[in-house]
T-cell receptor
Framework: KQEVTQIPAALSVPEGENLVLNCSFTDSAIYNLQWFRQDPGKGLTSLLLIQSSQREQTSGRLNASLDKSSGRSTLYIAASQPGDSATYLCAVEDSGYALNFGKGTSLLVTP | GAVVSQHPSRVICKSGTSVKIECRSLDFQATTMFWYRQFPKQSLMLMATSNEGSKATYEQGVEKDKFLINHASLTLSTLTVTSAHPEDSSFYIC?????????????????FGPGTRLTVL
């Protein structure tokens, strides 16, 4: 069964810092990997989707990389802002099409 | 991106009642939808896979007679929590899978609804 781990569980940084969130998965036979943002009490906002054949995706200040062979993905956030404060979830899609989620990284960016 | 709606967004009910949650894909057809549950400060856990026109596939530990899933059309799946109890209080989120080919390229992505907060008193 696919297991997804996210490190760190929580992170607090001052505004302006660049930061990296890590995600690892146990089964490299994935279809794609997705990063989501979740604000407290809210649903999910999709940030980036990386197909299994891709190595990275970029959107604005966000960059996500995927290394299938090592079972790792990183989400890089440049020039963090207080509005980036949220929980970031990594999820991998397996052959059954369902998403397997990590427990998330809770990010706090202080002014 | 594609839009998935969920209704209701919040429901409070008495113990023993049944609650129906609707999940709709608004601008695409989804043969496969998924239902997830999220407890406070936990991640999303898959409950079941809903396939249009066939029975849902439930994850281990999820009672199919308690969580009834119906996927009667390509744009609508419903989750009914029967005889709800306080321990069923949770955040329920659905997703719909949009897949196909465009310009020779294959695409597939899941789009999530905004979630339903269920509180059972």
């Amino acid at each position: 069964k696919q297991e997804v781990t996210q490190i760190p569980a929580a992170l607090s940084v001052p505004e302006g810092e660049n930061l990296v969130l890590n995600c690892s998965f146990t089964d490299s036979a994935i279809y794609n990997l997705q990063w989501f943002r979740q604000d407290p009490g809210k649903g999910l906002t999709s940030l980036l989707l990386i197909q299994s054949s891709q190595r990275e995706q970029t959107s604005g200040r966000l960059n996500a990389s995927l290394d299938k062979s090592s079972g790792r993905s990183t989400l890089y956030i440049a020039a963090s802002q207080p509005g980036d404060s949220a929980t970031y979830l990594c999820a991998v899609e397996d052959s059954g099409y369902a998403l397997n989620f990590g427990k998330g990284t809770s990010l706090l960016v202080t002014p | 991106g594609a839009v998935v709606s969920q209704h209701p967004s919040r429901v409070i009910c008495k113990s023993g009642t049944s609650v129906k949650i609707e999940c709709r894909s608004l601008d695409f057809q989804a043969t496969t939808m998924f239902w997830y549950r999220q407890f406070p400060k936990q991640s999303l856990m898959l409950m079941a896979t809903s396939n249009e026109g066939s029975k849902a596939t439930y994850e281990q530990g999820v009672e199919k007679d308690k969580f009834l899933i119906n996927h009667a059309s390509l744009t609508l799946s419903t989750l009914t929590v029967t005889s709800a109890h306080p321990e069923d209080s949770s955040f329920y989120i659905c997703s719909a899978r949009n897949s196909g080919t465009s310009g020779g390229a294959t695409y597939n992505e899941q789009f999530f609804g905004p979630g339903t907060r269920l509180t059972v008193l």
